[in-house]
């Protein structure tokens, strides 16, 4: 089994119903995405996942000198940005983007397939 990534983009500039139209529909990709996790759960694939809170809310760190610099907001600024994510462990590169097709309906976005490097 290998693990990916299943990231989800969207727009920085979100209205008050996130990226979507209407209160109906941004409650009903809720729903959609909640019946989706489940059924990675009941098909053994799940591992973790989650939203995140807008990009305003990031924090930059560098640590690479004497010490640690914090610079608040996104590291790029750019039009999208990844708005939540899976990490799945499937067979293989198939069922990934089988289940990154069924994210992306369900939660209304695109959906970016990654697998993860050797793990230690």
Same mark, same amino acid.
């Given at each position: 089994? =290998?693990?990916?990534?299943? #990231?989800?983009? @969207?727009? #920085? !500039? ?8 209407? *209160?109906?529909?941004? !409650?009903?990709? /809720?729903? +959609? =995405?909640?019946? /989706?996790?489940? *059924? ?7 591992? /973790? $996942?989650?939203?995140? !809170?807008? %990009?305003?809310? $990031?924090?930059?760190? +560098? ?5 640690? %610099? %914090? =610079? +608040? @907001? ?10 939540? /994510? ?5 067979? +293989? ?8 097709? !069924?994210?992306? *309906? #369900?939660?209304?976005? *695109? %959906? ?7 793990? $230690?």
């Amino acid at each position: 089994m =290998t693990h990916y990534l299943l #990231a989800v983009h @969207g727009p #920085a !500039e979100m209205n008050e119903f996130g990226n979507y139209d209407s *209160k109906d529909d941004m !409650e009903q990709a /809720f729903a +959609d =995405t909640g019946a /989706f996790n489940d *059924k990675l759960r009941a098909d053994g694939f799940w591992v /973790f $996942a989650g939203g995140l !809170e807008p %990009v305003a809310q $990031a924090a930059v760190v +560098d640590g690479q000198g004497e010490k640690p %610099v %914090v =610079t +608040d @907001g996104p590291y790029l600024e750019s039009k999208e940005v990844i708005g939540g /994510f899976w990490v799945i462990d499937v067979p +293989d590169r198939d069922v990934a983007l089988r289940l990154a097709a !069924e994210g992306s *309906k #369900a939660c209304r976005g *695109k %959906v970016e397939v990654r697998p993860f490097g050797g793990l $230690a």
